[in-house]
């Protein structure tokens, strides 16, 4: 372990264990929020001793207490045990590699307003200062967040991640954080996407070895806010259906699988994505211009929906017009499909129809309008060019991000399996949740 499981006390050393360890037959399995589709997670931040004012004794080594945590009596919860310093609902986003969360640091803006949670790093007793003690910032596409780096141990479910670098979250900006209440984001992409090099949570819980098998897996419900889900360490077979198909990762700073094709209907357009000259400059040096670029499906679970970009996102817009809901068939909106290739070298289509990609706020309204699911996002050119893949494909496919027997970046790849939505998932997601 990265320092183990350890804590301060009136100048002792304690240390502390959970009563579980996810592996491949029993994964941690965390229900996840709808938050005006951006999908949350409740994790533990920092320790704290409890019942107040309880001794413990030297050498002791403490039980810690999670929310849900399962199994514990009630002689375990009235004697000397660890608990969460603030328990924080935070975006788990595959497309970003940093953590944030919200702390104390924030004293205005949306990570300041009422009803929020916030990390106290003065109350927690395995919190730690980085020796260079600087300010990270980061800009998304919707937002920009700042503060100081830190270093505390991180509780989600049974397992623990022991002495992970995040971003002490002390100023937000962006509608996105003043419209949804979330405290704090979870990246989980690669390191050489972190800024300042920190290790990201993923590699902690691969060198912590948290978690049976090095990966983690996203269950989307086609209609149920609540009945969506995270599996950490394994799968479960009543979420999907059939066998899981594995895609290679080909660039490790997103999630990026190779795309071959991308059609509307019969009509293949992923050409539009390079330049009128045909030429894809990387930004990278003359040398890395080429005519032959391999195209990428970036899997980003912190996205909604499809993406496109330049002329390849006006081509899908005039195809895929918005119209009527009942107006739609295939002849006006064919199906789109997206050719990935797999770990054993074949192509792999993966359709979608109009009634996946056209959404409604209100589609059994009269007058109901119909909206194809894309927007326009800029993938980096140094990574591109590339399509990202958000929710609305996850809630059809369901996913496994799977780092490899090592947690080697150059093992990480992506399986899919038609997710299953009948009343066997959600019974089975009631039953390992308990919710």
């Not at 595959?94 to 916030?118: F, H, I, K, L, Y």
């Not at 022991?162 to 979870?186: C, H, N, S, W």
């Not at 989307?220 to 895609?247: L, Q």
Request: proline letters at 6%; aromatic letters at 10%.
């Amino acid at each position: 372990l990265r320092g183990g499981a350890t804590l301060r006390h009136e100048g002792q050393v304690l240390r502390y264990h959970g009563l579980g360890h996810p592996d491949e037959k029993h994964p941690a399995v965390v229900r996840l929020k709808d938050l005006q589709s951006q999908y949350t997670c409740k994790i533990g931040v920092g320790s704290v001793l409890q019942p107040a004012n309880c001794k413990p004794s030297k050498g002791e080594s403490l039980l810690y207490i999670g929310e849900g945590s399962e199994g514990v009596t009630e002689a375990q919860k009235k004697a000397c045990h660890v608990r969460d310093q603030s328990s924080v609902r935070v975006v788990l986003d595959s497309g970003s590699s940093n953590m944030w969360v919200a702390s104390d640091q924030c004293t205005s803006g949306p990570c300041a307003m009422e009803g929020r949670s916030r990390y106290n790093h003065t109350l927690s007793r395995t919190f730690e200062q980085p020796d260079d003690n600087s300010v990270l910032q980061i800009e998304f596409g919707t937002g920009k967040l700042s503060g100081m780096k830190a270093i505390d141990d991180f509780h989600i479910g049974p397992f623990t991640v022991y002495k992970q670098t995040f971003g002490m979250i002390a100023e937000e900006d962006g509608r996105v954080f003043q419209e949804v209440p979330f405290e704090g984001i979870l990246g989980l992409a690669f390191k050489s996407m972190a800024a300042s090099g920190i290790v990201p949570f993923v590699d902690g819980i691969i060198a912590d070895k948290a978690i049976g098998k090095n990966e983690f897996a996203f269950y989307f419900s086609r209609d149920s806010a609540p009945g969506n889900a995270v599996f950490w360490g394994g799968v479960d077979p009543a979420f999907y259906k059939g066998d899981i198909e594995f895609f290679p990762v080909i660039e490790a700073y997103y999630w990026s699988l190779e795309l071959v094709d991308f059609k509307i209907g019969d009509k293949t357009l992923l050409s539009l994505l390079l330049p009128e000259d045909g030429v894809w400059d990387p930004g990278l040096g003359p040398s890395k211009r080429t005519r032959n670029p391999k195209f990428k499906a970036i899997v980003d679970t912190g996205t909604t929906f499809f993406t496109a970009q330049g002329a390849l996102y006006d081509e899908v817009m005039k195809k895929l017009a918005a119209s009527p809901c009942d107006s739609i068939t295939e002849e006006t909106h064919p199906p789109i499909t997206y050719t990935l290739k797999s770990s054993s070298g074949e192509n792999r289509e993966f359709s979608i129809g109009n009634k996946q990609y056209m959404l409604s706020s209100n589609p059994d309204g009269a007058d109901a309008q119909c909206s194809p699911a894309f927007m326009h996002v800029d993938v980096p050119k140094a990574h591109g060019p590339g399509l990202v893949l958000g929710e609305v494909f996850l809630r059809i496919y369901f996913s496994v991000f799977d780092r490899g027997e090592n947690g080697k970046p150059e093992e990480a790849r992506i399986g899919f399996a038609l997710a299953n939505h009948d009343e066997k998932a959600k019974r089975r997601l009631k039953e390992l949740t308990g919710e």
